[in-house]
């Protein structure tokens, strides 16, 4: 599977498309409209292509059950421009190398990347299926993003999450968990000896957050961390606060789900205590899977990543990699190198090639 450079020239015009039309996080519809467009009146092989909501995938042809299923994914939402832009987030601008605009390097240069990378496929003979989704909502971890898509799609084995890592391959994730914390108490008057303070409960919770340890420590991540980020109490100075509620940001680990996190907190702190959601889990994949062996093969190096994805919707075996530098995602004056894109396609073209899932 040979790049040339139409390739690249075809992947930075769509790339410049994307920039120029607003794709906030459930706000898609006229970009996947245009990508829609785009692949209809220029793909270079006949495939199946479908949509949900603002979810768009393509299926490559010879689909056969019998084998296993590759996904390919990158997302096409992106968040609101930071301020401090001094380019024009929406109009994309190119300097040499650099293609500047928002959405640039994340997500829009994975998503290029992987569907010049998904036409090859589609000219060759692979050993295995291999579905192309560009999804969206991914910034806010939305209901209508892949996890609305997962169920629509013939079984997945495994998939590649393109995000912008350096083209090395990110084999673990932080997970996500936010709870809502209320301790309870009794109000009285300040001057005199009654009510139970809830803030002095709060405390006790509190200090339990800052120093418990949990058993299990990553050998990516190290420990769970759990940070207290918002407290509220109190009417007025001479009334003892019946109720202090706090916020608790948990990054878990792979060695405990959500839930598991959940259950544990909830016997040692005497708040009550309820999670927004557990459905952003840590992630992992082997290092002995065969997507992971044929990266290093290739000299990339496998990490742990601390910035959530896809990956956390995604109950297959996944690896996290793309072109671009996480670093530059959601700044000013984003940007990516037309160069990082060529040698994405190249890189996995090589690492898809007669792969053997």
Known sequence: MNITEQNVNRAV??????????????????????????????????????????????????????????????????????????????TPIVEGDRIYGLGSNDDGASLVTMLQVFYKICESKQAYNTIFLVSAEEEVSGKNGIESVIPLLPPVDCAIIGEPTGMHPAVAEKGLMVLDCVAKGVSGHA???????????????INWFRTYKFPKSSQLFGDVKMTVTQINAGTQHNVIPDSCSYVVDIRSNECYSNCELLEIIKSNVVSDVKARSTRLNSSSISLEHPLVKRAVEMGRKPYGSPTLSNQALIDVPTLKMGPGDTARSHTA?????????????ELFCRMLDGLKI
């Open 13 to 90: 015009e769509l790339l410049k498309v994307l920039i120029n039309t607003p794709s906030l996080s459930r706000e898609e519809s006229e970009a996947t409209d245009r990508l829609q467009n785009f692949i209809e009146r220029g793909a270079p092989v006949r495939f199946e292509m479908h949509r949900h909501l603002n979810n768009l995938w393509c299926v490559a042809p010879g689909f056969d059950a019998s084998r296993p299923t590759l996904l390919l994914d990158a997302h096409i939402d992106t968040v609101k421009p930071v301020n401090g832009w001094s380019k024009h987030p929406f």
């Open 191 to 205: 001057a005199r000896n009654e009510g139970v303070n809830a803030m002095y409960k709060a405390i006790e919770d």
């Open 333 to 345: 004056n984003e940007y990516i190198l037309v160069s990082e894109i060529r040698e994405g396609m």
